[in-house]
């Protein structure tokens, strides 16, 4: 390499980097055979934000994703990162600046984990320790066990391999992650474990991200944004989830996200924007006498018994108070406990399913020190949704 590429080549990565928004224009993709994958795409995914491409099969994502990449060529339009063509950009040096994770990891079945996440890495040349302290920096952020970097990809479970999979795409840092379907082919459990850990690196790392989904529950989970496709890749709806939830743009769109949309709202907004009531509560050592008469005054069915940390010791029914003995210390009797414990940063959806199982009409609510802030119950939650 002359000095000159050199330069050329540095200020290429440099440029890459620092702008990473991805933007379709006029997109349009048609294979040999004429089928139309992709049908003029316009399109801007903001840098450092994960926007979800979701659609029924066949609509184009994956086709939409690898051209970003150059797996696949464009046919109409262009598509910019950052204000650079990517057609412009040799298509080797632009992997290497987009990680890429697949559906079934991907991984070199005969290379251990360690050279699998190693691969870029080697590639651009780094030096030895250099590639070592980043594997194991990786293996930590994915939150694999180190002693798995020794091991070969089939003597890891699919969460696992999927994890490796992330680890290589990010090995070399790139300002672009395109994931395809990357927790499809792994079982529920672990799929929602594996969304929760992503969602908390994506906050640490801020990559501009563009994953496939078929399953309109992750890309609402997951996206910033989501960009929902219908037949013959043409984009329905590029929205955040909450704007598609409230504002859907067509009747394809209401159908996609399915008959439980207002469950979905419910999923995207925290107990801490509502405005709670104070509810009806006593201190542990309250006398039967005078629960009884806060019950009476206020027509509820039942307190909120706390301890001396202000933290719910359980729930004080009427018909458990009415029998008791006038003088007795309420924490004497039999409370009914809460199965679930209510935070400020849970969602309403969460809180709705709390509700359900609570023993009272209401669920106390607590900050994070477990301290009660307040009461939510259900007509609060329906008034919500209308
Ligand atoms: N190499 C190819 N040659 C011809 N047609 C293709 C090729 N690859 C994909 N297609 C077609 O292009 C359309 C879009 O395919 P694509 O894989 O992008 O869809 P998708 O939304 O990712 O689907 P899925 O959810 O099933 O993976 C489909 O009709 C598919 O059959």
Redesign the pocket.
């Known amino acids: 390499m002359t000095n000159e590429s050199r330069q050329r080549a540095s200020a290429e990565d440099r440029d890459t980097h620092d702008s990473s928004a991805i933007v379709f224009e006029g997109v349009t993709k048609r ?3 004429g ?1 139309v ?2 049908e003029t795409l316009d399109l801007t995914l903001p840098a450092g934000e994960l926007t979800v491409l979701v ?10 994703l690898r051209m970003i990449n150059q797996l696949e060529t464009l046919s109409e339009g262009r598509l910019l990162i950052g204000d650079r063509d990517v057609t412009s950009v040799d298509a080797t040096r632009l992997r290497r600046q987009i990680g890429y994770v697949m559906q079934h990891s991907g991984l070199f079945p005969h290379k251990t984990i360690a050279d699998n996440i190693a691969v870029v890495p080697r590639l651009l040349g780094w030096d030895k320790t250099r590639i070592r302290e980043r594997v194991a920096a990786l293996v930590e952020l994915v939150g694999l066990d180190e002693t798995l970097a020794r091991r070969y990809p089939h003597q890891l479970s699919g969460g696992q391999q999927q994890r490796v999979g992330l680890a290589r795409a990010l090995a070399a840092d790139p300002p672009i992650l395109l994931m395809d ?1 990357p927790f499809a082919a792994v079982d529920p459990i672990v799929r929602t474990h594996l969304q929760e850990e992503f969602l908390n690196l994506q906050r640490r790392v801020q990559k501009t991200i563009v994953m ?1 989904t ?1 399953d309109i529950d992750e890309a609402m989970k997951l996206g910033d944004r989501v960009a929902i ?1 219908s037949q013959g ?1 043409k984009l329905a709806q590029f929205d955040t989830p909450a704007r598609l939830l409230s504002a859907p743009a067509s009747e394809f769109v209401v159908d996609f996200i399915g008959a439980d949309r207002e469950l979905r709202r419910l999923a995207l907004e925290r107990l801490d924007s509502m405005e709670l009531d104070a509810g009806l509560t006593a201190p542990r050592d309250e006398i039967v006498a005078r629960a009884r008469s806060y019950l009476q005054q206020a027509g509820s069915g039942g307190i909120v018994v706390l301890d001396e940390q202000r933290a719910p010791l359980g729930w004080l029914d009427w018909e458990t108070l009415k029998q008791a003995d006038d003088r007795a210390r309420i924490d004497s009797l039999p409370l009914k406990a809460w199965r679930h414990r209510l935070y400020l940063h849970d969602n309403l959806r969460s809180a709705l399913n709390a509700l359900i199982s609570s023993p009272g009409e209401v669920m106390p609510v607590l900050n994070a020190q477990g301290r009660y802030v307040g009461v939510i119950d259900q007509l609060q939650l329906t008034r919500r949704l209308s």
Request: negative net charge.
């Open positions: 294979y040999s055979d089928t994958a992709v659609g029924p099969s066949g609509c184009g994502k994956t086709t939409t379907e496939v078929h496709f890749g």
